[in-house]
């Protein structure tokens, strides 16, 4: 069941879901927002639901959970990290129907760019271009060294993770042992030889890409959709501000979200929402996900 909120009073020609329609018919340059919420169906929790992340850490009794992607904590001791990493560690080979649906969206050449949150690297597994995608918080699909910037696939690292063992790197491991040999006195930092997944801590800048491409990215954008995304965490909660006025906002997401400016909210599963938008927008919108005809079934 998808319910539908208008809330801006500006752009008074899209209020319903028929003018969504329209609008993603008409779009050539969509530009997609998504987060946490597109991967929740398939199992990776989100952030800040009442079943999400920050809830599953608070037997940590952090005074904030957010500590666990700190990056001088992680520096001073990655065993934190490392103890609940493995709740987040993307499942291999599977993608949602909000996926396909960004996909659909690049077949039809409407895809401007995807922003996404998500570290889970899903959009590239689900076929979204690596042109057309900009992991503003990086991913799992690597890892480097904190010591000596040896990076590696993040398959390589993901057995250790999901044991909740520290990876170390091989190269620095014989780092370890001779500084350890000359000195066995030698002080060597908790995080010396730790991989680490390049998803972007609190206290990291945004990847480059990021900064390369938002602005001209605002300026050519015809419609913006955000899916899954509490919008919380800036800078990518700003974009949505910073898109030009004459631009159709369009959210999808289970909860409300009051502090921006949406034209329409389809409150709902967003796989549930995409699923009816592709069945309505026709046949050629049809989502190349396994569990889309039973979805379809449902709506
Ligand atoms: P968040 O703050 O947890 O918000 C998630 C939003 O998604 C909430 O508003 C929910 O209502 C909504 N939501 C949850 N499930 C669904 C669903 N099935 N359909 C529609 N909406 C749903 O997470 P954000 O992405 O806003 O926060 C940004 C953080 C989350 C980034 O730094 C990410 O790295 C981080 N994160 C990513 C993943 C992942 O890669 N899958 C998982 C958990 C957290």
Redesign the pocket.
């Given at each position: 069941m998808i319910k539908v909120k208008s809330i801006r009073e500006r752009l008074d020609t899209v209020k319903t879901i028929d003018d969504v329609l329209e609008q993603i018919n008409k779009a050539k340059k969509i530009l997609i927002i998504t987060?946490?919420?597109?991967?929740?169906?398939l199992g990776?929790?989100?952030?800040?639901?009442s079943k999400?992340?920050y809830s599953m850490v608070q037997h940590l009794g952090l005074s904030d959970p957010q500590e666990v992607f700190d990056l001088d904590i992680f520096h001073t001791d990655p065993s934190l990290f490392y103890s609940i990493a493995y709740m987040?560690l993307?499942p291999e080979k599977i993608y949602s129907p909000?996926h396909s649906f960004i996909t659909v969206l690049q077949k039809k050449g409407k895809l401007l760019r995807n922003y996404t949150?998500?570290?889970?690297n899903?959009e590239s597994y689900a076929g979204v271009k690596a042109e057309n995608l900009i992991q503003c918080?990086g991913s799992f699909a690597t890892a480097t060294c904190v010591t000596c910037k040896y990076q590696v696939k993040g398959e390589k690292i993901a057995p250790q993770i999901r044991e909740k063992e520290i990876p170390y790197c091989p190269r620095c491991i014989k780092a370890r042992k001779a500084l350890l040999k000359k000195d066995d006195d030698a002080y060597i930092p908790e995080s010396f030889g730790v991989f680490k997944p390049d998803?972007?801590f609190f206290g990291e800048p945004l990847p480059k890409t990021f900064h390369d491409t938002i602005g001209k990215d605002l300026a050519e954008c015809d419609l913006l959709i955000s899916?899954?995304?509490?919008?919380?965490?800036a800078p990518?909660a700003d974009i949505v501000d910073k898109v030009p006025e004459s631009v159709p906002q369009i959210l999808?997401?289970?909860?409300p979200?009051d502090h921006c400016n949406f034209d329409v909210s389809l409150l709902?599963?967003?796989?549930d929402v995409a699923s009816y938008l592709a069945n309505r927008l026709g046949d050629s919108w049809a989502l190349p996900h396994e569990d889309y005809d039973t979805i379809r079934g449902t709506n």
């Open positions: 987060g946490a919420g597109i991967s929740t169906s990776i929790p989100d952030f800040r639901s999400g992340f987040i993307p909000l949150q998500n570290i889970d899903l918080h998803i972007t899916v899954g995304t509490s919008l919380k965490v990518v999808i997401n289970k909860d979200i709902g599963y967003c796989d």
